[in-house]
Each structure stands twice: as structure tokens, then as C-alpha cells.
């Protein structure tokens, strides 16, 4: 089971981090992704971090204001925000997966998912 945590209400330019939680499963043994969602919009992924091949995948719109950092001690995987933009406000989602690598990622089949948890950029 995954829980996100870190959602809040953040004025342009801000900064927050998410924290993705694993209760159950160890997520060093997982490849571990974000994704957000705005209802009446697709889903879409922000960043997946691999084991696999020791990478980490970034949308193009959040290169060099994201950054997913795992901490295994506490068995959680966290995504650092920077410089937020309104159209960053989305529902923030973790999912897990295992053995992959590659751009691909948005696409696949994951293991499990978060319920998610709320991001809103406002002034």
C-alpha cells in the first residue's frame, strides 16, 4: 500500500515536497513513479525513478524544478518542488512498478498507486 503526503495550498514561485510512503513492501525493490491529475484532464506522468538502470525520468515540464529523492531508511520516495506554477495544481499521485527502465514509463502497468494527494498553486 502506498500513501502520499505533503499536498497543500502553495503561492507562485513556492516550493513543497511529497512524500510517497510504503506499508507492506519495501520500495528499494520497486522502481517507483508521479503522476498528477486534473479532473477532466488525462493523467500524466511528472517522474519515475528506476532501479533498474539507476536513472531518473522527468516530464519535460518540471525538468529542473523537480526532483525525486528515495530515502530507503524510511522506505519512502519523495518528489521536491520547486518554482510551482499554477498549472502545476493537480492531484499528486506514487505508483510502483518493478524491472523497468526507459521512456516508456508513463505508459506501463504499475503494481500499485496512492490515493493521492492534493496540490494547489494559488496566489
Known sequence: QLVESGGGLVRPGGSLRLSCAASGLSLDQYDIAWFRQVPGKEREGVSFRSDTD???????????????????????????????????????????????????????????????TQVTVSS
Open 54 to 116: 539507476g536513472l531518473t525520468y522527468y516530464a519535460d515540464f518540471v525538468k529542473g524544478r523537480f526532483t525525486t529523492f528515495r530515502d530507503n531508511a524510511k522506505n519512502t520516495v519523495d518528489l521536491q518542488m520547486h518554482s510551482l506554477k499554477p498549472e502545476d495544481t493537480a492531484f499528486y499521485y506514487c505508483a510502483a512498478t518493478k524491472f523497468y527502465a526507459g521512456e516508456g514509463w508513463p505508459r506501463i502497468l504499475y503494481d500499485y498507486w496512492g490515493q493521492g
